[in-house]
């Protein structure tokens, strides 16, 4: 194509003003989106208080409409919602940032009505939503509104968060509600806390079915995702004023033997200058057998080097190691000896590695450390170990041998050949003949197969077990 045909903004602007306008004219004849873009920048010529018009006309039509949204159309709502927040954000906020607060807001109201006419089961949506609360976070410092009011427009916002679109909301809006709006925050969770229920005037109720006299409803459901959202509204704003008491006066006694809280708690105290208490705190959990989650095992680490116990934080670490093969904590491990020391200390942890029980586990460890050279010799010293099922781990191991180590890749690739067809696993043949086919491209490069079989008795070998899966053949070109 012509550097003059190219498509772009300098070549376009040769045809002037008057044809690009009947070129737009043209184009947007039948694209309603396309229509209300050229409306809202029209808008911006005049004024940003007519650019919020057009803006909350679009989100009226949006929550006035009762269709059914399903997957096919969920792409072209994201893109209209997408467009009405990029024009509150770059062009109303710019120019007023009040009237830009009041719109998102506005925008924000329409997650209930859209969630209860859409399936967005991969977040598609929610995703909008919960950038457009970071983007009242911004608004919101920018236009400097009566945080007591604030406060109270996010009480009113997380009481009907149904979606999860509120899940960040005080967080981001944490700066603007300063001391005085964190705190009448604060206070409406707490007595809401000490209302008695009444589950017919809850938000965002969850109907299960319909009854002769209309909607029927979890109230069970409704109770706990009531009890949740203010408990962890409290959580938010315990770590927005920097208070650790107050979170973990939200979490039970049960809750506190939990790894994951215990540590979220230890985090907190090691923040307040309570190394002491974290590790209170951190030494409530009883394991019982279960392995430890890694963000436990951090906070602990966390707290005996907050203590200056170094030597007892290394040993935990080599231990937390041996249990779980994270190369985390190993190259923390590493990190900490002396120069040297390192070296022999990681020779070690591969020798451990190559003798550790699960193989796969093992092959997931030296191939992402990498140590490529130790697992080509884990593969030809345990191939009668490998699980051909774990093709999620054996395909990119594969991958990452063949340049090097092409006998330890063809063993890998062999494993999963070998499962596909023993267990006729018909729809897996396409994946296993194209494995076939590198095991062949591969053999050219193998010099000495030593006590494996070569690729043309491997090949034999299947046929007299497999003769049958012509599928499998036809598309390895057999």
């Not at 012509?2 to 045809?15: G, I």
């Not at 945080?147 to 009907?160: H, K, N």
């Not at 003949?433 to 193998?446: F, G, Q």
């Not at 034999?460 to 899966?469: D, E």
Request: proline share 3%.
């Amino acid at each position: 194509m012509s550097p003059k045909t190219t498509l772009n903004a300098k070549n376009l602007e040769v045809l002037g003003a008057e044809r690009l306008a009947e070129l737009l004219i043209e184009i947007s004849t039948g694209s309603a989106a396309t229509k209300r873009r050229l409306r809202i920048e029209l808008a911006g010529k005049q004024s940003s208080a007519e650019v919020a018009r057009e803006v909350t006309k679009r989100l009226s039509s949006i929550e006035r409409s009762r269709s059914m949204i399903n997957w096919r159309r969920v792409k072209a709502l994201k893109s209209d919602l997408e467009t009405q927040r990029h024009v509150i954000v770059d062009t109303i906020a710019s120019s007023d940032p009040n009237e830009a607060l009041e719109v998102m807001w506005r925008f924000m109201n329409l997650a209930r009505s859209i969630f209860e006419r859409c399936d967005d089961g991969n977040g598609t949506i929610v995703d909008v939503f919960q950038q457009a609360c970071v983007d009242l976070g911004t608004m919101a410092s920018a236009a400097k509104p009566d945080p007591r009011l604030l406060g109270e427009q996010t009480f009113r916002a997380l009481q009907d968060n149904g979606h999860g679109q509120y899940d960040r909301l005080i967080e981001n809006l944490s700066p603007a509600l300063g001391v005085e709006g964190l705190d009448r925050l604060k206070a409406l969770f707490d007595d809401w806390a000490r209302t008695p229920v009444d589950t017919r005037a809850e938000a965002g109720r969850v109907v299960i079915g319909w009854g002769s006299s209309g909607p029927v409803y979890d109230d069970e459901f409704n109770l706990r995702h009531r009890d949740r959202t203010i408990r962890s509204a409290l959580e938010q704003i315990a770590d927005a004023q920097g208070d650790a008491d107050a979170f973990i006066a939200q979490q039970s006694e049960q809750a506190r033997s939990a790894p994951m809280i215990a540590a979220e708690i230890a985090q907190r105290l090691l923040k307040a200058d309570r190394a002491g208490e974290a590790l209170d705190a951190i030494n409530r959990v009883e394991m019982k057998g279960r392995p430890s989650p890694f963000e436990w095992e951090e906070a602990r680490l966390d707290v005996l080097e907050a203590l200056g116990r170094r030597d007892e934080a290394q040993a935990f670490r080599w231990q937390c190691f041996e249990q779980s093969l994270n190369e985390r904590h190993l190259r923390a491990f590493l990190k900490r000896l002396p120069d040297f020391d390192d070296l022999e200390a990681e020779e070690n942890a591969f020798d451990y590695v190559s003798r550790f029980q699960d193989v796969h586990q093992a092959l997931a460890f030296l191939v992402s450390w990498p140590a490529l050279d130790k697992a080509a010799k884990l593969v030809r010293a345990r191939a009668g170990e490998l699980d051909g099922d774990h093709h999620e781990l054996l395909t990119p191991a594969s991958e990452h041998l063949q340049e090097k180590y092409p006998l330890a890749a063809t063993i890998v690739l062999r494993a999963m050949i070998d499962f596909t067809l023993d267990r006729a696993k018909s729809s897996r043949h396409r994946y296993a003949a194209r494995h076939l086919i590198e095991c062949e491209r591969l053999s050219m490069k193998i010099s000495d197969f030593d006590t494996f079989a070569s690729h043309p008795v491997y090949v034999a070998h299947l046929r007299g077990k497999h003769a049958k899966k012509t599928g499998f053949w036809t598309a390895a070109g057999q």
